[in-house]
């Protein structure tokens, strides 16, 4: 097992703690997975240099995913200035609407500057090769264009599951995959009202669809503030376990695990 990722943010809300956020790391290879308002913030937490990463793939455009993108790009240019060794372009991936306000938001902080990064827009079954991992982006159904992917490499595989409402076309991208990312903003007690109106993923919902795309492991994250508390986490892990099958493991602020 020679991959890792790391949990850069686990909350759906910033108060208690980051926002969507991953960092995969592979031999050849790091990507990031949406870029929360502390991106960069919890990078240096892990002493990760920002050239290392060649990749950033965003779900869609909602703060907690995609704030920390300016800064980002900024610190890694700067970075990139600093050192002897040849750095990679940057690739930032998303469907359009998501990289049309990803370059917006890079213009409005940084007007003075340009930057060399290579934007890949891209739509349900486009595939993309990143060195040794070929990626395959699909749709989801939020209340804005929502775009999931697939990593797959030789002897693992990812797929991250970004906000959506409960959705059926989705499981040929993630099924059998070695890890599954899932959103799981809460419990069917506390959330049905909200998680439907702004189309979000109960615990019972993740559960269900983990139950039939049947990873090797599941990762719930994206939780709702009320869950930083152990006990109301207990009930989330309940939910989830009442309907798959699957052991989940849940997504804290720095977390590491391999797949
Ligand atoms: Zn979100
Ligand atoms: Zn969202």
Redesign the pocket.
């Known amino acids: 097992m020679s991959n890792s990722i790391t949990v850069l943010g686990s909350w759906a809300i910033e108060d208690f703690g980051e926002t969507s956020s991953f960092l995969v790391r592979a031999p050849g290879s790091s990507f990031l997975l949406d870029a929360g308002p502390g991106v960069t913030r919890q990078m240096h937490q892990i002493s990760c240099s920002f050239t290392t990463v060649d990749f950033v793939f965003l779900t869609?455009v909602?703060a907690?995913?995609l704030l920390g993108i300016p800064y980002l790009v900024f610190k890694r240019s700067v970075q990139q200035r600093q050192t002897a060794v040849p750095v990679n372009r940057l690739h930032v991936v998303g469907n359009v609407a998501t990289i049309d306000a990803a370059k917006t938001l890079l213009q409005a902080c940084y007007p003075d500057r340009s930057f060399d990064i290579e934007w890949r827009v891209v739509d349900e079954g486009d595939e993309i090769t990143m060195n040794d991992w070929n990626v395959t982006a699909f749709n989801a159904d939020?209340?804005?264009p929502?775009t999931g992917y697939r990593f797959e490499h030789k002897d693992a595989s990812l797929a991250y599951l970004?906000?959506t409402c409960p959705i059926k076309t989705v499981l040929p991208f993630i099924s059998g995959v070695s890890l599954l990312l899932i959103e799981a903003f809460g419990t069917s007690a506390d959330f049905t009202e909200l998680a439907r109106n702004q189309k979000h993923l109960l615990a019972k919902d993740a559960a269900q669809i983990a139950q039939e795309a049947q990873p090797q492991k599941v990762l719930l994250y994206h939780m709702h503030l009320p869950y930083r508390d152990e006990r109301k986490q207990e009930q989330l892990i309940e939910e989830f376990c009442q309907n798959c099958s699957l052991v989940p493991i849940v997504a804290a602020d720095l977390l590491e695990i391999g797949f």
């Open positions: 869609h909602h907690d995913h939020h209340t804005v929502v970004p906000d």
